[in-house]
C-alpha cells in the first residue's frame, strides 16, 4: 500500500541514485536543476577564471590565443543555457506547484525527462573541449562564417548539444504553462497569481517561441559545415549578415528568459522584508507582457554596425528605448514597495536590493548601447561585456542567489547561518563590482572583447579587473558552504514558524523572523 503512494505522490520506491534517476515529484526535479545548475555555475565559472587569468597582464602568458576563443565560447554557453535557465526551471518545479495549490506538475514524466536531457547535452559540449582541434572556438554567438567555414570538426558535436539544450527547455516551457493554465486551485483567478508565477508562464511562451529559431540557425550552420549548403556563404549565394538576424531574433528575447523570472524573484522578496504588499501588482503584470512582446521587435540593436539603413537604425534604436519604460515601472514599483515599509535586511533583502541597484545600472548602459551613433563606438568592446555582465551576474544570478536564501528554510527545513550568508553578500558585492565596473572604462577607451592579449594603457585596470574575478569565484564558495551547513548542522524550522514572528526581536546569530512560506502582515 504505501509503494503504491509512494507512487502516486510521485517518489519512485528505490533509494539512492534509482530514486533520483526515475522521479516524477516535482520538488525532486527542481532539487535535480539546481544541483545541476550549481555545478554548470563553478564549471562555466573556472573557464572565466582561464579568461581573466590571462587578461591579468597584457602579452600572451598563460593558453594560446585559439584555448582562450574555447573559453570565451564555452564559458558563454554553459553561463546561458547550463547555469541561469536550468537554476529558474529549477526555482519553478519547487515553487509554481505549491504556489498554485497544484499537487504537482501537470506533465511528471516529461519533467523527469526534461531534466535528463542537460546533463548529457553539457557532457557533449565539454568533450568537444577534447577533441582534435578543440570545441567551438566563435563565441557563444557561434556567428557564421567563423562557425561554419572557420570552425573544425567538432561543430556537429556542438549543434546537436544545442538541439538537445532546446528540447530540453521546450519541454521544461510545455510542462510550465499546461500546469498554471489546468491545476491552478479553485478561486484562483489569473490576478491573484504571484508574480513569480506571471514572470514564469510568459518566460515560458517566449521559450516556446524563440527555442525552434535557435534550433534553425544551428541546423544551418550544421549544414553549411558539412553538406555543402549555402545559407551564410557569399560565394554560394548566401548572406552571413542573415545569421545574425536569425541567431539575435531568437538571442534578444533570450535575454529576457534570464532575467524576467528573476522580476519575479524580487517581487516576492521585497514585499516580504518591507512587511507590506507589492505595490503595482496590476501594472507589474502589464510590464511584464510589454517586456516580453518588445523583445521581439529590437533585435537588431546588436547589429548597427552590419550596415542596415538609417530608417532600420531609427526603428531599432527607438523600439530598444521604449523597453526602458516597463523596465523603469518595475524598479519604481519595488522603491514604492520599500517606501515606508518596516523593512529588515537578511541575506536575501540584501541580495534583492543589491539587485535592484546594479541591475538598474545594467539598463542605462543598455540605454547607452541603444543610441545607433553612439554604439559604433561602444560595439564589441569591453563596455558591452560590462553591460551584459551587470545585466546577468547581478541581475540574473543575484537574483537566484536571493532566491536560494529566501526558500532554504523551506527546502530543507533548516536555518541557514546568517552571518555566513550576510559574509557571502558583501564578499560578493565589493568583488563584482571590481570585476565590472572597471569594464566600463577599458570599453569606452577602445579595448576589443574576446582578444587574450590587449595595449599596455589598460594593464592597470585589466589587473583589477582579475583580481576582482578570482574574488567573486571564490567567495561563491561561501555559498556553497551556507548550503551544506544548512542542510546538514542548521536549527530546524518549527512547523507553523509563521505563527506569532512579528515583533520578535533577532541578531545575525539567531534565525530571523520571517519564512517564505507566509504572507507578510501589513503595516498601515
Same mark, same amino acid.
Given at each position: ?142 556567428? #557564421? ?27 521544461? #516551457? ?18 491573484? *497569481? ?65 532575467? *524576467? ?8 522578496? +521585497? ?10 501588482? /496590476? ?40 523597453? #526602458? ?26 541580495? #534583492? ?88 572604462? +577599458? ?38 558552504? +551556507? ?31 520571517? /519564512? ?6 501589513? +503595516?498601515?
Amino acid at each position: 500500500m504505501s509503494e503504491e503512494i509512494s507512487h502516486q505522490q510521485g517518489h519512485h520506491p528505490q533509494s539512492g541514485i534509482l530514486r533520483w534517476l526515475y522521479t516524477t515529484n516535482h520538488k525532486d526535479i527542481g532539487t535535480l536543476y539546481l544541483l545541476f545548475s550549481l555545478t554548470m555555475f563553478f564549471i562555466g565559472g573556472s573557464m572565466a577564471m582561464v579568461i581573466r587569468a590571462e587578461l591579468f597582464q597584457p602579452g600572451l602568458q598563460l593558453v594560446n590565443p585559439l584555448f582562450f576563443n574555447q573559453m570565451t565560447t564555452v564559458h558563454g554557453l554553459i553561463m546561458v543555457f547550463g547555469a541561469v535557465m536550468p537554476a529558474f526551471t529549477g526555482l519553478a518545479n519547487w515553487l509554481i506547484p505549491m504556489m498554485i495549490g497544484a499537487p504537482d506538475m501537470a506533465l511528471p514524466r516529461m519533467n523527469n525527462w526534461s531534466f535528463w536531457i542537460l546533463p548529457f547535452a553539457f557532457g557533449l559540449l565539454l568533450l568537444t573541449l577534447f577533441m582534435d582541434g578543440g570545441g567551438p572556438s566563435s563565441g557563444w554567438t557561434f556567428y #557564421a562564417p567563423l562557425s561554419t567555414k572557420y570552425s573544425g570538426n567538432s561543430t556537429a558535436l556542438f549543434v546537436f548539444a544545442v538541439h538537445m539544450m532546446g528540447i530540453s527547455s521546450i519541454m521544461g #516551457a510545455i510542462n510550465v504553462i499546461v500546469t498554471i493554465f489546468n491545476l491552478r486551485a479553485p478561486g484562483m483567478t489569473w490576478m491573484k *497569481l504571484p508574480l513569480f508565477v506571471w514572470t514564469w508562464l510568459i518566460t515560458a511562451f517566449l521559450l516556446i517561441a524563440v527555442m525552434p529559431v535557435l534550433a534553425a540557425a544551428v541546423t544551418m550552420v550544421l549544414t553549411d559545415k558539412f553538406f555543402g549548403t549555402s545559407f551564410f556563404d557569399a560565394a554560394g549565394g548566401g548572406d552571413p549578415v542573415m545569421f545574425q538576424h536569425i541567431f539575435w531574433f531568437f538571442g534578444h528575447p533570450e535575454v529576457y528568459i534570464m532575467i *524576467l523570472p528573476a522580476f519575479g524573484i524580487i517581487s516576492t522578496i +521585497v514585499p516580504t522584508f518591507a512587511r507590506k504588499p507589492l505595490f503595482g501588482y /496590476h501594472s507589474m503584470v502589464y510590464a511584464t507582457c510589454s517586456i516580453a512582446l518588445l523583445s521581439f521587435i529590437v533585435w537588431a540593436h546588436h547589429m548597427f554596425t552590419t550596415g542596415m539603413p538609417v530608417a532600420a537604425e531609427l526603428f531599432f534604436m527607438y523600439s530598444t528605448m521604449l523597453i #526602458a519604460v516597463p523596465t523603469g515601472v518595475k524598479v519604481f514599483n519595488w522603491v514604492a514597495t520599500m517606501w515606508r515599509g518596516a523593512m529588515t535586511f537578511e541575506t536575501p533583502m540584501l541580495f #534583492a536590493i543589491a539587485f535592484i541597484v546594479l541591475f538598474t545600472i545594467g539598463g542605462f548602459s543598455g540605454l547607452m548601447l541603444a543610441i545607433t551613433p553612439a554604439d559604433f563606438q561602444y560595439h564589441d568592446t569591453y563596455f558591452v561585456v560590462a553591460h551584459f555582465h551587470y545585466v546577468l551576474v547581478t541581475g540574473a544570478i543575484f537574483s537566484l542567489i536571493a532566491a536560494a536564501y529566501f526558500w532554504l528554510p523551506k527546502w530543507t527545513g533548516h536555518w541557514y547561518d546568517e552571518r555566513l550568508g550576510q559574509w557571502h553578500f558583501w564578499c560578493s558585492l565589493i568583488s563584482v563590482n571590481l570585476l565590472f565596473f572597471p569594464m566600463h572604462f +577599458v570599453g569606452l577607451a577602445g579595448m576589443p572583447r574576446r582578444i587574450p592579449d590587449y595595449a599596455l594603457q589598460f594593464a592597470d585596470l585589466n589587473a583589477l579587473i582579475s583580481i576582482g574575478g578570482f574574488a567573486f569565484g571564490l567567495s561563491q564558495l561561501i555559498f556553497v558552504w +551556507v548550503v551544506i551547513k544548512c542542510i546538514r548542522s542548521g536549527a530546524a524550522v518549527p512547523a507553523k514558524v509563521w505563527e506569532g514572528a512579528e515583533g520578535l526581536e533577532w541578531t545575525l546569530s539567531s534565525p530571523p523572523p520571517y /519564512h517564505s512560506f507566509t504572507t507578510p502582515p501589513r +503595516v498601515e
